[in-house]
C-alpha cells in the first residue's frame, strides 16, 4: 500500500488523534518519518483504556503498526509503555518477535509521560524545537485507540463510529465503556452505575487537563474520560477560578520560589517556558520585557506547574492560557527563532510520579480497573458535531428526514485539513445544523 492509497483511506474514515486535539491521522503519514511511536504511556491519572485495549487486542494493533511503518517507510516502530502496565507488556511479548522493526521501551511512572514532546526524548533522545512537530525530528506519534482505528479502516473500510471512555469517579460501577459518538454526557454516565452524590460535575478528560462539561454535551472522538466529581472537589474549585482574582492573588503571594519552572517538563526539555516569570511579569503589570508572555505560546498545558508544583496553590497553566489566548486573537505570533537551552540534566529527578500527583490532586480515592467492556452500548439519540478535530469542520451531507445506517456519511471532509464524519447508530435525522446532526437511534 502506498502512502497516498492509506491516507485516502484515513481521511474517508474519519480517523483523527483519539485523545488530545484530534490531529487528523492522515496528515501523519509522511515518508520523512524514520521512526514511529505507539503512545501507550496513559498520561492522565486515573485513565485506562489505552493500556486495556491493547492488552485486548495486542496482534490486531500490532500489525496496523508494522503496515504504516512499511508504508512510510520508517526504520523502526517503538511502543511506549509504563513498565507497571506488565498485563499488557506480557500480552504484546507474545507477538511481538514476529515484529523485528518494532521494539517496546518501558517509561516510568510519571506524568506526563504522553505529552509526544516527552515521550519522543524518552523513547528516542530526540528534542522537538520549541513549537516545532514531531515529524520535524522523523517522528510520528499514534496512540492505541488510533491504531486501532487505523487497523479498522485498513482492513474493513469502516468509519469512526465508536470511541472508548472510562468513567471514574462518583459512581457505583466505574467502568470503560464502547459508546457511539455522539451519546450524551448524562447517558455516557448511566452506563457506570448510580451517581452516589447530588449536584455532581462531570470533569471531561480527566484531572490534569480535563474541562467541566455539562451533561447534554456530546462524546466526541477524543473524548477520553468521564470523572464524576462533587461540587466542592478541589479540582471543580480551580476550573471555575476567577482568573483576575487569581492574578491579584498571583501578585500578593507568588514567592518566586520557581518550583513552577524547575518542574515543567518542557522547561526541562530546553523550551523558553519559565512559568515563574510570567507570574512575576504578569501579576506586576510588568511589560518591559515580553518574552515572559510571548514564551508562553511553548507552554503544553499540562497543568503540573498549579495542580502539582506551586506551593501556594497558584494557577500560572490558567493565566498562562488566558495570555496566550489574548495573544493568538490579537494576532501575536511565537517568535520565528526562539532561544533554547540544553536538556537540564536532572530532569530525571523532576519527575511528577503518578501516585504522588494523584494524591495531590485529590483522586486516589477514585483509582480502580475500570474494567473495559467490549460491547457498544445502545442509545436514545446522538448528536454528532461536525468539528471534532484540528482543521476545518466536515461539510452537512444529509437533511433533516433522513433515514441512516451506521457509517453513512454524515459531514464530508472539507478542503484542507479535514476528514469524513459518520452516523454512529441507524436511525432518523431529527436536527441538522452546520454545527451538529442530531439522530433518533
Known amino acids: 500500500m502506498t502512502i497516498d492509497e492509506l491516507k485516502k483511506i484515513l481521511r474517508e474514515s474519519g480517523v483523527v488523534g483519539a485523545g488530545g486535539a484530534g490531529f487528523p491521522t492522515y496528515a501523519k503519514l509522511d515518508e520523512r518519518a524514520n521512526t514511529i511511536l505507539l503512545n501507550c504511556a496513559e498520561c492522565e491519572p486515573l485513565l485506562t483504556l489505552h493500556r486495556q485495549l491493547l492488552k485486548l487486542r495486542a496482534e490486531e494493533i500490532l500489525k496496523a503498526f508494522e503496515e504504516v511503518r512499511k508504508t512510510v517507510k520508517a526504520t523502526e516502530g517503538i511502543i511506549g509503555i509504563k513498565s507497571e502496565y506488565t498485563a499488557t507488556i506480557n500480552e504484546l511479548n507474545k507477538y511481538i518477535d514476529d ?43 499514534f496512540n492505541v485507540e488510533t ?16 470511541k472508548l471512555v472510562t468513567i471514574v469517579g462518583e459512581v457505583t460501577d466505574p467502568k470503560t465503556v464502547r459508546l457511539p459518538i455522539g451519546t450524551s454526557i448524562d447517558e455516557a454516565v448511566s452506563f457506570a452505575g448510580d451517581v452516589k452524590i447530588e449536584e455532581p460535575v462531570y470533569f471531561v478528560g480527566v484531572p490534569m487537563m480535563g474541562r467541566i462539561m455539562k451533561g447534554s454535551d456530546p462524546i466526541t472522538k477524543t473524548t477520553n474520560a468521564i470523572l464524576v466529581l462533587p461540587k466542592d472537589h478541589t479540582l471543580v474549585l480551580k476550573k471555575q477560578a476567577d482568573t483576575s482574582i487569581q492574578l491579584n492573588r498571583a501578585a500578593s503571594i507568588c514567592c518566586q520560589c520557581q518550583m513552577c519552572t524547575d518542574l515543567c517538563p518542557r522547561h526541562a526539555l530546553g523550551h523558553p517556558i519559565e512559568p515563574h516569570l510570567f507570574m512575576r511579569a ?38 498562562i492560557t488566558e495570555y496566550k489566548n489574548g495573544l493568538r486573537a490579537k494576532g501575536v505570533k511565537p517568535p520565528a527563532e526562539p532561544k533554547v537551552h540544553d536538556v537540564i540534566r536532572q530532569r530525571d529527578d523532576r519527575k511528577a510520579p503518578e501516585k504522588r500527583l494523584a494524591a495531590r490532586l485529590g483522586v486516589t480515592q477514585y ?48 478542503d484542507g485539513l479535514g476528514v469524513n464524519i459518520h452516523a454512529s447508530v441507524d436511525g432518523k435525522v431529527v436536527e441538522a445544523t452546520d454545527k451538529y446532526v442530531k439522530i433518533k437511534a
Request: hydrophobic share 40%; charged share 20%.
Open 367 to 414: 483509582e480502580c480497573e475500570a474494567l473495559l467492556e467490549e460491547d457498544t452500548k445502545s442509545v436514545r439519540q446522538v448528536k454528532i458535531n461536525l468539528s471534532q478535530h484540528i482543521g476545518a469542520p466536515s461539510k452537512l451531507n444529509v437533511k433533516v428526514g433522513d433515514v441512516l445506517k451506521k457509517g453513512d456519511i454524515v459531514g464530508l471532509a472539507a
Open 282 to 319: 504578569a501579576s506586576n503589570r510588568d511589560f518591559q520585557d515580553m518574552n515572559p508572555f510571548l514564551n508562553t505560546f511553548y507552554c503544553s498545558s499540562c497543568g503540573l506547574c498549579e495542580l502539582f508544583s506551586c506551593p501556594q496553590g497558584l494557577q500560572p497553566r490558567t493565566l
Open 147 to 162: 491504531m486501532y482505528n487505523v487497523s479498522k479502516a485498513m482492513n474493513a473500510k469502516l468509519g469512526v463510529t465508536e
Open 99 to 141: 515484529y523485528p522493526a518494532i521494539r517496546i521501551k518501558e517509561l516510568p511512572g510519571a506524568y506526563p509521560m504522553g505529552d509526544e514532546v516527552v515521550l519522543i526524548y524518552e523513547a528516542t533522545g530526540k528534542v522537538v524545537r520549541p513549537g516545532g512537530l514531531p515529524i520535524e525530528q522523523g517522528v510520528a506519534v
